[in-house]
């Protein structure tokens, strides 16, 4: 199949790079001509596994790159559309984009097209699209538009997207429906898994995806519930954790026997500093807008949105408490990145909590191993130092901080960090290591809803105390506190 992707961001180059690999034949058309030139010329704008290697594989065979909408319109069967939808000043998504593009697309229209909305967009959007269509001049019979929304994480995207739990193809006719099919065939019949060189999947990847034939308007909608549910979750387990640090409980073997629940799962139960990204705080008040105007109070997911923010306000008390004071001290930072595994700093709840430390006082040593470029956009050299490793970071700093769950971050040389730091203090937001092993490298270390992992040598209980941060729900000193 002749495809054209619209929108070379994540979701778009994905696509278009995996859409070659299944075999078909793809434009990928950016209007940020600096992009284009730098794809064309092999160079990868964005760190993704497996999609550097993709792009290399498929370059000037399957795969072009373009800034012209109208040329690859017209050499296309099936046109996705995979622009930005940013957040508007009001909550809801903003769809000029999408709109921009449909007018473009509409005019390029030369014979019977299948305009697929991949972007994540209110439910409806298929609607506004098929009239935008039509108001640029495109014949009511010339098109069909469906839904087929990407549910990749940023990280895994490759992955995601050639060994996903669930491909859903929305469509309102059988013709469109019949070229989504068409197109992801390869996938679901299983037969791209059984090529050589392909890229490997998950351990309990399965012989072939499965795919969800819906109308479109369901199928925009379960994008919206499906990242609205993931936040839910997390939120939910973040919610768990305050109560679990009050009571001396421990998150993580709560999760293990709320997770092991097959109605509940385990995954997406990891509390922490809050989730962000691009897409899960954008999507949330994205929906929660749709509700609204659908004159649905969806106030559940106002408590989703509170609960997030708060978490990050929660461990920078945490970080003020164990510290005693801010002002004037050094922190080594760890992670830049909204999550593990991406470059991404969007929404990072790292460079949030950077931005509180620096204006309580304190000065930041920071380390990723991949965001440190897209991070220095955020703050300026005389504000945080980044490092070139986790320990230069900690050399001479009051504490460490860690903030995105990096493999490395979970590997450190425990005792090597507490050589370098000046005073013995890991606060960790991504619950890395087990309280114990760290205390026993001696360091003070607070992580999320657990108690606290304090050295022997420190465990006076006048010395704990010092070291103990006031619990938040109750302000009172925390009984979560063991010695080790
Ligand atoms: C998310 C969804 O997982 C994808 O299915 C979806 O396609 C994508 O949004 C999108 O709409 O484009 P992504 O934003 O890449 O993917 O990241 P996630 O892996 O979902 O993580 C989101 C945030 O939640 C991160 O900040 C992460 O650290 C946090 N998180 C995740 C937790 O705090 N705890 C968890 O257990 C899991």
Redesign the pocket.
């Known amino acids: 199949m002749r495809i054209a992707v619209i929108g070379s961001g ?2 778009g180059l994905v696509s278009a790079a995996c859409f070659a690999e299944i075999g078909h034949d793809v434009i990928s058309v950016d209007n940020d001509a600096d992009k284009i030139a730098c794809l064309q010329s092999g160079e990868v704008p964005i760190h993704e596994h497996f999609l550097a290697e993709l792009i290399k594989r498929h370059h000037r065979k399957r795969l072009h790159f373009s800034t012209v909408i109208a040329d690859a319109v017209r050499a296309s069967e099936a046109i996705f559309i995979t622009v930005g939808t940013p957040q508007s000043e009001t909550g809801e998504a903003d769809l000029s984009f999408v709109e921009a593009v449909a007018s473009q697309i509409a005019s390029a229209i030369d014979g019977r097209k299948v305009i697929v909305e991949k972007s ?1 967009v209110p439910v409806r959007t298929c609607e506004s699209l098929r009239q935008t269509l039509l108001f640029n001049g495109a014949l009511p019979d010339s098109f069909f538009v469906a839904s087929n929304p ?6 895994s ?1 490759v992955s ?1 997207f050639l060994y996903p739990d669930r491909i859903v193809a929305g469509a309102d006719d059988t013709f469109s429906s019949s070229v989504l099919q068409e197109i992801y065939a390869p996938l679901t019949s299983g037969s791209y898994y059984r090529g050589e060189n392909v890229v490997p999947g998950p351990v309990d990847s399965k012989p072939a995806a499965r795919l969800i034939l819906t109308n479109a308007k369901s199928a925009e909608l379960i ?1 919206h519930a ?2 609205a549910f ?2 839910m ?2 939120s939910f ?2 919610a768990v954790a305050n109560i679990s640090e009050a009571v001396g409980a421990d998150v993580t073997e709560v999760c293990s026997g709320v997770g092991s629940d097959s109605r509940i799962g385990p ?14 705080p954008k ?1 949330v008040q994205a929906f929660h807008a749709v509700a609204t105007q659908c004159g649905y109070d969806f106030s559940l997911l106002t408590e989703v949105m509170k609960i997030n923010s708060e978490q990050r306000k929660r461990f920078l008390r945490k970080v003020r408490s164990a510290l005693w004071t801010l002002r004037g001290k050094r922190l080594a930072v760890l992670g830049l990145a ?3 595994g ?1 470059d991404d700093v969007r929404e ?2 790292a460079i949030s909590i950077i931005d509180s430390l620096l204006k309580d006082g304190a000065a930041v040593n920071a380390y990723d191993p991949v965001a440190m470029p897209k991070a220095k956009a955020f703050f300026s050299p005389q504000q945080v130092t980044f490092a070139s490793s986790s320990y230069e970071a900690a050399a001479g700093c009051d504490a460490l901080l860690i903030l ?2 990096w493999n490395e971050f979970a590997e450190l040389d425990l005792a090597r960090i507490r050589g370098l730091l000046k005073y013995p203090i890991v606060v960790d937001g ?1 619950n890395l290591y087990e309280p114990q092993q760290v205390a026993d490298a001696g360091l003070v270390y607070y992580s999320i809803g657990r108690a606290a992992g304090v050295p022997t040598e420190i465990a006076s209980p006048a010395e704990v105390r010092a070291y103990t941060p006031v619990d938040i729900l109750t302000r009172n000193p925390t009984r979560a506190v063991s010695a080790a």
């Open positions: 994540y979701v994540t990407e549910f990749l994480r940023e990280g995207a995601d994008k499906s990242n993931l936040a979750k997390i387990i973040n995954k997406f139960l990891k509390a922490g500093v809050g989730y962000g990204g691009s897409c899960f999507d909204f999550k593990g991406t990072s709840p995105t769950e991504r």
